[in-house]
T-cell receptor
């Protein structure tokens, strides 16, 4: 069973389009995250949700909107895609704050905007 | 200055060598220190986890944390070609919701 699963794995789309990436975890974790990894492999946090509540919202264009229907799911919707949005987007989850055992990552969604 | 600094490499070593990977950081409040391994086109996976200062060993891997110097290290003994990956250091404060990653060091172990 995949612990953190993301769909789709690959996404190629044109500038100006709107797209969504879905993430689900079956670990029973309370916190989920979206990270963006650029071409130089640098991982930067975008959003963090704890029990469906937004707790971290880094400086991200408001074209990016996360949605958490329940604590096992965290989706990312991107409006008006731009060339600079091309990157690999990782979903991750972790157990409760104070129980710091690291994050479990999904395998990533490789987004290419053309 | 970035919160977490890590030399991106690339680093190439022969099979069997001892590998040393390092990160420095600026926020003295970090308490949890981790190393992740990321294979090509995969997500990062947790390799080592350390709380506060000290050493931790797991098989061929040893993680060291020196909080006084704000410096962490990962040592890989008897390196294998299967260790070829990008290694990312990560650290966080007490609440686990603010993990900061280094840029990752790309390691190649040649047979």
């Amino acid at each position: 069973d995949t612990a953190v699963s993301q769909t789709p794995k690959y996404l190629v789309t044109q500038m100006g389009n709107d797209k969504s990436i879905k993430c689900e975890q079956n670990l029973g974790h309370d916190t989920m995250y979206w990270y963006k990894q650029d071409s130089k492999k640098f991982l930067k946090i975008m959003f963090s949700y704890n029990n469906k509540e937004l707790i971290i919202n880094e400086t991200v264009p408001n074209r990016f909107s996360p949605k958490s229907p329940d604590k096992a799911h965290l989706n990312l919707h991107i409006n008006s895609l731009e060339l600079g949005d091309s990157a690999v987007y990782f979903c991750a989850s972790s157990s409760n704050p104070g129980q710091n055992y690291g994050y479990t990552f999904g395998s990533g969604t490789r987004l290419t905007v053309v | 200055q970035k919160e977490v600094e890590q030399d991106p490499g690339p680093l190439s070593v022969p099979e069997g060598a001892i590998v040393s990977l390092n990160c420095t950081y600026s926020n003295s409040a970090f308490q949890y220190f981790m190393w992740y391994r990321q294979y090509s086109r995969k997500g990062p996976e947790l390799l080592m986890y350390t709380y506060s200062s000290g050493n931790k060993e797991d098989g061929r891997f040893t993680a060291q944390v020196d909080k006084s110097s704000k410096y962490i290290s990962l040592f890989i003994r008897d390196s294998q070609p299967s260790d070829s990956a990008t290694y990312l250091c990560a650290m966080s404060l007490y609440n686990n919701n603010d993990m900061r990653f280094g840029a990752g060091t790309r390691l190649t172990v040649k047979p």
